[in-house]
């Protein structure tokens, strides 16, 4: 399978204390003091790592892998990174257990004739020729093979058992993008920041709005725990809308007719 690359501990935790920073400025933090732990912007940065991986088609990547088949084995585990496999082709017409080798004279020709001397002879009828011939030796000898994907267990079901060892076939894949890069990219980083916001401001909403009023001279203090979790709420709306209206960088739907 393809290799993803694994980012620094260094670069990801300074991203992360980036956004944490945002949130306690905007906040009021040197102003006022928080009363959230470490541990609640953690949570705060996980659920909007999930939210916008759930809610926006800009979360994943488009991506290509090899699998290299064993003789009668149909199930193979995938990464934990694939989301999902869309197409699967074969790079030949596959080891079918038997030795030797397979020479096509159409293929050969082919060759012959576009590669070897190309611009000096062929024409338009011997491509036409060829390209129907590929299509046609596609269909007979599985060019493509029929599959299922478990998105939860990540096990690829080949539907046609391999009768051969060591054929490399070619996944086309989506894959989660990993979380350096949600937040390297700025428009992912977005939405991560305001959401991680909202919910600070619902966390710190709560805690202040079990204590409403302290007791003190003159009074006392009344806290804003209210107004913090409306606030909260209404910026994690508009965070959902703006995904629904394309503006973190998803891929608006396709014309519909009918």
């Given at each position: 399978?393809?290799?993803?690359?694994?980012?620094?501990?260094?670069?990801?935790?300074?991203?992360?204390?980036?956004?944490?920073?945002?949130?306690?400025?905007?906040?009021?933090?040197?102003?006022?003091?928080?009363?959230?732990?470490?541990?609640?912007?953690?949570?705060?940065?996980?659920?909007?790592?999930?939210?916008?991986?759930?809610?926006?088609?800009?979360?994943?990547?488009?991506?290509?892998?090899?699998?290299?088949?064993?003789?009668n084995v149909q199930i193979y585990t995938l990464p934990e990174e694939i989301v999902s496999v869309t197409k699967i082709w074969r790079r030949s017409l596959g080891d079918l257990g038997n030795a030797g080798s397979q020479l096509d004279p159409f293929s050969q020709g082919y060759l012959n004739v576009y590669i070897l001397n190309a611009g000096r002879s062929g024409g338009l009828l011997s491509y036409e020729l060829f390209q129907n011939f590929n299509f046609q030796v596609g269909r007979m000898f599985g060019q493509e093979i029929d599959f299922y994907y478990n998105l939860v267990t990540k096990k690829l079901t080949l539907i046609r058992r391999p009768a051969g060892t060591g054929e490399h076939l070619l996944l086309q894949t989506y894959n989660l993008k990993p979380e350096v890069q949600l937040l390297t990219d700025y428009r992912s980083l977005t939405f991560i920041k305001e959401y991680v916001l909202a919910l600070?401001?619902?966390?710190?909403?709560?805690?202040?709005?079990?204590?409403?009023?302290?007791?003190g001279p003159?009074?006392?203090?009344?806290?804003?725990?209210?107004?913090?979790?409306?606030?909260?709420?209404?910026?994690?709306?508009?965070?959902?809308?703006?995904?629904?209206?394309?503006?973190?960088?998803?891929?608006?739907?396709?014309?519909?007719?009918?």
């Open positions: 399978m393809a290799n993803l690359e694994t980012p620094s501990p260094t670069d990801y935790n300074k991203l992360k204390n980036m956004v944490f920073d945002y949130t306690k400025l905007r906040l009021g933090d040197q102003m006022v003091e928080l009363e959230l732990d470490p541990a609640h912007y953690n949570n705060a940065l996980t659920r909007a790592i999930e939210v916008f991986r759930t809610r926006s088609s800009a979360a994943v990547e488009e991506s290509f892998a090899f699998l290299t088949t064993q003789r600070s401001m619902l966390s710190l909403g709560e805690a202040r709005e079990k204590y409403s009023t302290i007791i003159g009074g006392g203090t009344t806290l804003n725990g209210q107004s913090l979790k409306a606030a909260g709420t209404e910026l994690i709306k508009k965070c959902e809308e703006d995904i629904a209206l394309y503006k973190f960088g998803e891929t608006p739907l396709s014309l519909l007719i009918g």
